[in-house]
């Protein structure tokens, strides 16, 4: 058997597109995504959609991947479903549900809303909307009547789930089924239910005080377009049922999903393949699946490095996919030439920037100053506009992991202007910056690419007022912690180096935030000293979940005990038996840390 398949990158909108039949075969297990159970939360459903909202609501200008799909094409755009039918029927029941909530909108004009003008024009835009839905999930045959469903469920002889699903987006409400057992009956009702989940949510977001606007009109258009064009699949075409369950089997047994970096593997390898079938004596000692072998064992050849590499290649954001945008670099900025072909051209590029994102990801680079500053800002926030711009500056510099002053300043001053955005209430993080930045270190205009990033006197004043402050966000002033910790592993001399897991540390706060009574934070400390430092730096240290919710608000020789637990020196220094826990420590040790950072942030 000659394995042969064909992976298709595609939006929804091509899933969907034209006549398609996608049949779910009787062998397929029912319907089981759910809406509701014991953890509602949790449930395929409800994640579906959080995670498909929160996308929509973050603006984000590139794709949301929904999955991969295996099917055999048994002729021209019919296509038996063997692994995908959870997701493809949820996507159908979706757009059921958003041309259901516009039929009863049109079914009742009294939900709509504006002056006369306005609620005509959303009348006559009804019917119009409710057939773009229709024309994503039903097939038009003759005359332009509507007469199938684009996916569909092959008959079983014991239950006609189809008729169901035929019921549900013909927003038909739900009805006795009839003589189904329990089983089947359940299953049925998940169809009703997984609508009805969707319509209550697009009438929670897109209904204004339970009116329908003019403004809401244009969000639920917005929407429905970010799932038809934003999200998308891969889409694998087999020919015949051994290879599809194959495939299958890869899938869902061995983990390994079609994502960008599949998808870029077949593309080196039929590249290189296609090189040495077009000029056999010039490239006979090229083996294609080595090329590919060498990338992925010699470099962190991560899922996420494709997506790095293209926006720091091109300075932007990704268009279409990581995958996709490649391919486009590809074509746009690689030539052949009489000694190089463009497939090695942009695989020598790869190995270059693959080099430098695996001293990034690794945390291998040699100078302890540079890569504890890395560390930090991988643990910050933002950090793929940080790895995009990483990487066109190690580019630009052709780091080599050792030290590197001008590298160095230019990494402070991101820093500067990372943390005054960070934590300042007037500032937004806007990728802006550093895109025009990266266009400059591309172009090998370092000065330039640095100013982007520089702010005034005036600034590094308040980011100074803002790190000796109040820090009420546990996030913020975890991060500031752990940043004072990697300054000092930079300048301690010593035969040990520890390593910060920033997951696994939490916030202590060792005088508590509601400490308890009879403890001595009460009789040691005044109220208004505890008010004044509480929320301060020097207040604070590092701890994992586990031991710290053991020390929680306890008396200071009951914390000690527990503090004694963690081999972090930052909270083992609290454990000394000559310390003294009052006013004076607490100022000194508050001091301590904003100065450190301070010098370490060059401000």
């Given amino acids: ?76 755009r019919y296509f038996e479903v063997i692994d995908g ?22 079914e009742n004009h009294d939900l709509l809303e504006g002056d006369s003008k306005e609620v005509e024009e959303l009348k006559n835009s009804l019917p119009k909307a409710i057939r773009v839905i229709d024309n994503m999930i039903f097939n038009e045959k003759d005359f332009g009547f509507r007469s199938e469903k684009k996916v569909k469920i092959e008959k079983n002889a014991e239950f006609d789930y189809d008729k169901i699903l035929t019921n549900v987006m013909e927003c038909i409400e739900q009805t006795n089924v009839g003589t189904a057992n329990n089983e089947q009956k359940k299953v049925s009702k998940r169809y009703y239910a997984n609508r009805d989940f969707f319509m209550k949510k697009i009438e929670n977001i897109f209904l204004t005080s339970g009116k329908f606007t ?8 917005k929407f429905t377009e970010f799932l038809q064009y934003q999200l998308s699949v891969v889409r694998i075409k087999a020919p015949d049922f051994d290879v599809a369950y194959q495939i299958f089997e890869i899938l869902n047994n061995r983990g390994l999903p079609l994502s960008n970096k599949d998808l870029f593997r077949n593309f080196i390898i039929q590249q290189f393949t296609k090189l040495k079938n077009e000029n056999p004596d010039k490239y006979s000692d090229i083996i294609p699946s080595k090329k590919w072998n060498n990338l992925e064992n010699d470099y962190s050849l991560t899922h996420d490095f494709i997506g790095r590499w293209v926006e720091s290649t091109k300075a932007g954001q990704q268009k279409y996919s990581a995958f996709n945008d490649l391919k486009e670099l590809f074509d746009k900025k690689y030539t052949d030439a009489i000694d190089k072909s463009k497939i090695e051209k942009l695989y020598d590029d790869i190995k270059i920037d693959l ?232 100022k000194n040790r508050q001091i301590d840390i904003i100065e450190a950072i301070y010098t370490d942030l060059e401000i």
């Fill in 1 to 76: 058997m000659k394995f042969t398949f064909t992976p298709e990158h595609i939006a929804i909108a091509e899933l969907f597109a034209g006549n398609i039949n996608y049949i779910i075969p009787e062998y397929q297990r029912p319907y089981s995504w759910d809406c509701i159970g014991k953890s509602e939360k949790n449930n395929q459903l409800n994640v579906m959609w959080d995670d498909l909202i929160d996308f929509f609501n973050s603006e984000n200008a590139g794709e949301y991947f929904f999955g991969s799909m295996v099917m055999i094409e048994k002729e021209s």
């Fill in 85 to 106: 039918q959870q997701r493809l029927t949820s996507l159908v029941i979706l757009f059921v549900a958003i041309k259901c909530f516009l039929k009863r909108i049109n």
């Fill in 355 to 586: 080099e430098y994102y695996s001293l990034i990801v690794d945390q291998s680079i040699t100078s302890i100053s540079i890569r504890n500053k890395i560390i930090f800002l991988l643990n910050a926030g933002n950090v793929r506009y940080s790895i995009n711009l990483l990487l066109a500056l190690f580019r630009c510099y052709k780091y080599d992991g050792n030290d590197n002053i001008e590298l160095l300043d230019f990494i402070i001053k991101y820093e500067q202007y990372f943390l005054h955005t960070l934590l300042s209430k007037d500032k937004r993080f806007t990728s802006s910056s550093i895109y025009n930045a990266i266009e400059f270190l591309n172009n090998k205009e370092i000065d330039n690419a640095k100013k982007e990033f520089l702010i005034s006197d005036e600034e590094k004043g308040q980011l100074k007022d803002y790190i000796s402050s109040d820090f009420r966000d546990n996030t913020n002033a975890k991060l500031m912690i752990s940043k004072y910790f990697l300054y000092k592993d930079t300048v301690i001399d010593d035969v040990i180096s520890q390593q910060l897991d920033f997951s696994k540390a939490t916030l202590e706060h060792i005088l508590p935030q509601d400490p308890a009574m009879e403890t001595n934070w009460i009789s040691d400390f005044s109220d208004n000293f505890r008010k004044e430092n509480t929320y301060k730096l020097g207040n604070m240290t590092l701890l994992t979940r586990r031991i710290n919710s053991a020390a929680k608000n306890n008396d200071f020789s009951v914390k000690k005990e527990k503090y004694e637990a963690t081999k972090l020196w930052l909270t083992q220094k609290l454990t000394s038996e000559n310390l003294i826990i009052d006013d004076k420590f607490f």
């Fill in 214 to 221: 003019k403004t809401n009109v244009s969000e639920l258009s």
